[in-house]
């Protein structure tokens, strides 16, 4: 399943549930009450930013051209296909923090011991077998939505010529 | 909906024939509320979410990147245990609001204001008298009703000794344990009072001084259990072993069904009464069979333990008795009754009628229970309910068959009478000598609710089969009790078929000596939820009739399905009782390694008993044997 994670921030709450989800779904046991308690403890990619009045889930957003894999010194980032998640080779990666430098929404960070670079991975296990990624399937208000661009861009074009015509 | 989807919401084949039905017809019921609230909140479900003050909501990361601290700085201990304790408030404030309610009423009886409400069980009067110290000699029932009741309203406010009617039914070492640790609660409204204060913002931040609390307030809450059994055993009659049936099949088509909901008997005994009176007035609009009184829930516990009124269904299943389309009115007094009933009146004819000042739902109608006039206000009820009978949709309507014997009335005082009939001078000692001898390997008492989040029943038969196979006498209340009755549980053909033969030979003894002609039921229904308190005294009898306190027996207590507040509260003060006690479900308190960790170990060593949590019902069975192998290798038996 290809597709991309939109996000409508009028109904995006601040609940942080998103990171939970991502939390658990990267977890040995993938379950909230036995994830809180595995060593080390597992982590979310997806971070809620607040600004203003906005809130806004943050994660990678999956460059087509991504900067992190053209700085990536030993091509531990890579985007295999178009459309598709950019991702982290852990034995690969040397933890020089380039990524971290050029990606332009602060989306890579480095995990609690400081060993590794992590990111959304558009959760390529879940969605490989046609289920939309944790995040977007915790998110009580339906703030996040994971669908096909021409979808999205569809249902933009007819939220532009609503407005249009009743501006209009 | 294929039969695995029906298996997963309830076993009970009639509630599944009832949710198909909704289904069919479009209508929304408590499981399909549950799907659409996925998925539910993850710091809820730890219980590090914050909104005591309104610098809030808080939450703490269970992840340990994000916030380690609330604005006010609180951490996930202090959070996790004071939202624990609210609940155990709440639960008190449900429980006792029960009691107070029958206090009151007791009050105005002896006064001679309240005639409908006059003393059913004189006896039951005496003993409460005497065992809270009440001279007895002389005095009248009027008297005593008055001395009792003065002494039960005592017991809510601030109060300088300890609440009596937690002190004067627990052991001796119980009283020590509690004395010890601080937490004798005085009057149980200033207990839910101090919760409140000690987890308003910058008050208690300690989290064990915090659970000390919780427990204190609990055994308000068991005082609050406590003295709702014993009025309304004095007001209405103490129960005695009662023979009925159990399960959506009770309904009659050619009746005027009408359903006793919520917990408290204050109006539904009456209901009993004056329905008697008017089956003809029935009759006479059409329905050749009269009225048909069913129960739901604790009210109907209450109704059924002293008028045997057949036990429809329970808890969850609440919505799918109008399903059925025959429920003429639904008659509702407090706690548990759901919100959604109301969204099903537009499909179907019940009248869902409120009775309680404090309980109203948009949508019913209110006809308000006014105790001076209880008889006269239970006959209006009973005509509105006989003039809906009229307004049925043939066409919606659907009974499921399925019915079962059930035998249920066993109070403390039937047990002890049953047992009598072995050994009239000292009726513990048959139920001693087998838990000695290890015919009976120990006790469970099964209680607390069901939960949309668990398949009906599931956790409470699964785990009820296993535990009597391995000889051990259960006891049950509530909902849990409810759901024995509507599988045949409640029945000596259950204690043939499932009972191991320790047990089985104890049961067919004791109900041989009885004149039962066979066993006595595999379980022993004892009431509803304030009734778990004559489990308790039946357990305080046999501590200390062997000289140990209560921590030192082999006795444990189940809620496999707890939902409610009340359920935290009447599981807190089961294990500060000394019981090692399962629940079923995970409750909020995950988000706080320390409060978990007191919670089923550290009250080991305080008070003796502790929690179980364990969703799998047959682990759960393992985990119970265990405890109680462990109590008998402790007191070397």
Not at chain 2, 132 to 145: F, H, P, S, T, Y
């Amino acid at each position: 399943m290809k597709g991309l994670i939109a996000v409508d921030v009028n109904k995006c709450l601040g609940c942080h549930s998103c990171e939970l989800g991502c939390a658990v779904e990267h977890s040995q046991s993938k379950h909230l009450f036995s994830a809180i308690l595995e060593k080390p403890l597992p982590q979310n990619r997806v971070i809620v930013e607040h600004c203003d009045d906005t809130n806004i889930p943050l994660q990678c957003r999956h460059c087509e051209d991504p900067p992190c894999a053209k700085v990536c010194p030993t091509q531990a980032i890579s985007k295999p296909e178009v459309g598709e998640a950019v991702l982290i080779e852990d034995e690969l990666c040397i933890g020089c923090k380039v990524c971290i430098l050029v990606c332009p929404f602060g989306s890579i960070s480095l995990s609690k011991d400081d060993k590794n670079i992590i990111k959304c991975d558009l959760c390529f296990e879940r969605t490989s077998e046609g289920q939309v990624p944790a995040c977007v399937s915790n998110c009580p208000t339906n703030a996040l939505q994971f669908i096909p661009v021409e979808q999205f861009t569809k249902e933009k074009r007819r939220e532009f010529m609503v407005d249009f015509l009743k501006s209009s | 909906m294929d039969k695995k989807v029906l298996s997963q919401k309830s076993i009970d084949s009639t509630c599944q024939s009832m949710i198909k039905k909704a289904e069919d017809e479009g209508i929304e019921t408590i499981w399909d509320r549950l799907e659409k609230q996925q998925p539910q909140c993850g710091f809820g479900e730890l219980g590090v979410c914050c909104k005591i003050c309104m610098q809030g909501p808080c939450r703490i990361d269970p992840f340990k990147v994000g916030a380690q601290k609330g604005v006010c700085g609180a951490n996930a201990d202090t959070i996790v245990a004071r939202n624990l304790v609210r609940a155990i408030a709440g639960g008190t404030a449900a429980h006792s609001g029960h009691a107070k309610h029958l206090a009151h009423i007791l009050s105005k009886s002896a006064k001679g204001e309240f005639k409908d409400y006059p003393v059913k069980d004189p006896e039951k009067l005496k003993a409460v008298a005497a065992r809270l110290g009440v001279d007895i000699e002389g005095k009248n029932n009027e008297e005593l009703a008055r001395e009792v009741a003065r002494l039960a309203l005592e017991e809510f406010s601030e109060k300088e000794g300890p609440n009596l009617w937690a002190a004067t039914t627990v052991t001796k070492g119980r009283v020590d344990t509690f004395s010890k640790l601080g937490v004798v609660p005085g009057g149980i409204d200033s207990a839910i009072s101090e919760i409140m204060h000690r987890t308003h913002y910058g008050v208690d931040a300690d989290p064990v001084n915090l659970l000390l609390g919780g427990i204190k307030c609990s055994l308000a809450d068991y005082a609050g259990c406590h003295m709702g059994t014993d009025l309304a055993d004095i007001l209405f009659g103490t129960p005695q072993p009662v023979v009925t049936e159990a399960n959506m099949g009770v309904l009659k088509e050619n009746a005027v069904n009408i359903a006793l909901h919520g917990h408290n008997p204050a109006l539904s005994d009456i209901i009993v009464q004056v329905a008697a009176e008017m089956q003809d007035e029935a009759k006479n609009m059409g329905a050749s069979e009269g009225i048909n009184l069913v129960g739901m829930c604790c009210t109907g516990n209450e109704v059924l333990m002293r008028h045997k009124i057949p036990p429809l269904t329970h808890s969850v299943s609440q919505e799918l008795a109008i399903i059925t389309g025959v429920i003429d009115a639904m008659v509702v007094d407090y706690q548990c009754v759901i919100p959604g009933l109301a969204n099903l009146l537009d499909c179907y004819h019940t009248k869902l009628i409120t009775t309680m000042p404090i309980a109203k739902i948009s949508g019913a109608q209110h006809m308000e229970l006014n105790e001076e006039n209880a008889r006269e206000c239970a006959g209006d009820i009973i005509k509105t309910a006989i003039d809906s009978f009229g307004n049925r949709k043939p066409e919606k309507v659907n009974i499921p068959k399925e019915k079962n014997t059930a035998i249920a009335g066993f109070s403390t005082e039937a047990i002890l009478g049953a047992l009598g009939k072995v050994d009239s001078e000292d009726p513990l000692k048959p139920l001693i000598d087998n838990i000695v001898n290890g015919n009976i390997l120990g006790v469970c008492l099964f209680a607390g609710c069901n939960n949309a989040k668990v398949p009906q029943d599931h956790n409470f038969v699964t785990m009820v089969k296993e535990l009597a196979k391995n000889n051990v006498l259960i006891l049950a209340t509530g909902c849990g009790a409810g759901a024995f009755a509507r599988y045949g549980l409640l029945t000596p053909e259950a204690t043939l078929e499932y009972a191991g033969d320790g047990l089985k030979a104890v049961l067919t003894a004791v109900g041989e000596a009885a004149g039962l002609n066979g066993p006595l039921p595999m379980i022993l229904h004892m009431g509803s939820c304030v009734d778990n308190s004559r489990a308790v005294d039946v357990a305080v009898a046999v501590a200390n009739k062997l000289g140990v306190d209560l921590d030192k027996l082999p006795v444990v207590a189940s809620a496999p399905e707890a939902m409610t507040e009340k359920a935290i509260s009447i599981g807190t003060w089961a294990v500060s009782g000394g019981l090692p006690t399962h629940v079923g479900v995970i409750p909020p308190v995950l988000g706080s390694d320390l409060v978990a960790e007191v919670l089923t170990v550290k009250t080991k060593e305080l008070v003796g008993g502790y929690f179980i949590v364990e969703t799998d019902p047959l682990k759960a069975c393992e985990k119970l044997l265990e405890a109680i192998k462990k109590r008998r290798q402790g007191l070397n038996i």
